[in-house]
């Protein structure tokens, strides 16, 4: 795989970190839960809150090896706050908005803070950044 590639696919890993996922293992098992980690060298992945499908069992945490996973799909919308950074470039000077591509996370003037969760702030720039936040989520048809 190409360097760019590679990136892209880590680029990618890492944008759904925190999300719900279903694994599915060489022998069958799949497991449903939050994904907390992924080691980019042997795709191994940690996980929380697991539920083994099929059965009543729940396991807090596991670790699974990257060599027993045979398919890897995320259970849920993923929120990929790139598309609102791009839009809030636009209303702010250059260098206003950055978005840490890695953890999601965009903060605008050095003060509001976006996440998957929300936006975090106070005073008119706040206002602002919230009115934006939820005309794109509406226009993404998450809220």
Do not use: C
């Not at 059965?55 to 596991?62: A, F, G, L, S």
């Not at 790139?82 to 003060?111: C, S």
């Amino acid at each position: 795989m190409s360097d760019a590639a590679m990136r892209a696919f880590n680029r990618e890993m890492a944008t759904i970190v925190g999300a719900t996922v279903n694994v599915r293992l060489a022998d069958g098992t799949v497991y449903n839960g939050a994904l907390k980690g992924v080691d980019p060298e042997s795709l191994s992945i940690v996980m929380t809150d697991v539920v083994i499908e099929g059965t009543e069992q729940r396991v807090p945490k596991i670790f699974v090896y990257g060599s027993h996973i045979v398919s890897f799909s995320v259970a849920e919308e993923e929120l990929s706050l790139e598309g609102l950074a791009r839009v809030l470039e636009r209303q702010f000077p250059p260098g206003g908005v950055q978005y840490f591509q890695d953890t999601g996370i965009i903060v605008v003037m050095n003060k509001i803070r976006i996440t998957a969760d929300g936006v975090d702030g106070t005073g008119p720039l706040y206002e602002r950044v919230k009115l934006a936040y939820d005309e794109w989520m509406e226009e993404m048809g998450l809220l």
